[in-house]
């Protein structure tokens, strides 16, 4: 009994880690797309990335001889692309064209909370009271966060923006309970190659009707959200959502605000301030409180 709970807790913290990879990996997601989204239009933006790590995915399949997903698989799989292969890209993608990184950063912040609400209603984890309450704390100080950056109101890009946020954790909860028995490989790489049949097209018609003249800084961006925010990081997290849990694991992504907001004053000059230091370091506090709830699985 005590060997299997010390096996739960080793990987319950090697979960951690690799979701802390996929996060630091997907919090450079929203300062790239707004690279891109500057003289690219924006669903072509969020369409096109997924078309190019689909290639990627179906050439990465063929190599690994992957079997073709079971019906329960697939359907899975699906929800799985609806939220993360399009919904995601397609809402911050949007978002992203009207508001700074640095705002969007804040409001996705609600993330890990919606992914624990998916995974306890979907898949059945039973987070304690004490996870609810910090989860719901470490959300609280993200959203007061928004409403201090927005001058006490959310900007109209803010319903794209949570939008993005059901769509993600839709995907992330799905996805991640599929990697239990898929792989988070197979799983972002079927998720993205069923997806084609529609992306490819739609893509092709955006390209034709708006353009795809920009600068190589604009497709720096575009390569960045193609290969690391659409491909490399799912490797890491739905590995670390299968290994530590959903509601648990998914409690990292509330340290990615802050990353994305470093990110944004590096990558794109936003400023950075005192302010969101100290609330970068409240979240991060609570996140680690959280670590330490029970959740049953």
Known sequence: MLAAEEIQRKDETT???????????????????????????????????????????????????????????????????????????????????????????????????????????RFHERPSVGFWIMALLGSGLVVVFALQQGGGSFHLADLALFAAVVAAAMGYAEGGRLSQSMGGQQVICWALVLSMPVLLPVTVWLGWHYGVQASPRAWLGFAYVSLFSMFIGFFFWYKGL??????????????????????????????LSINNIAFAIAVIVVVGIGRRMNIKR
């Open 242 to 271: 299968a290994m530590g849990g959903i509601a648990r694991v998914g409690q990292v992504q509330l340290i990615q605000p802050f990353l994305t907001l470093l990110g944004a004053a590096v990558i794109l000059g936003e400023p």
């Open 15 to 121: 979960g951690m880690w690799l979701g802390a990879i996929g996060v630091a990996i997907f919090s450079l997601t929203l300062p790239f797309t707004r690279m891109a989204v500057a003289e690219l239009n924006p669903v072509l933006v969020a369409l096109g990335r997924a078309v190019v790590a689909a290639c990627i995915s179906a050439v990465l399949l063929y190599r690994m001889r992957a079997r073709l997903p079971d019906q329960a698989q697939l359907k899975a799989l699906l929800v799985t692309a609806l939220g993360v292969v399009v919904g995601f890209p397609v809402f911050s993608s949007v978002a992203m064209h009207y508001v700074p990184a640095s705002h969007g950063a804040i409001v996705l912040g609600i993330l890990p909370l919606a992914t624990a609400l998916f995974a306890a209603l």
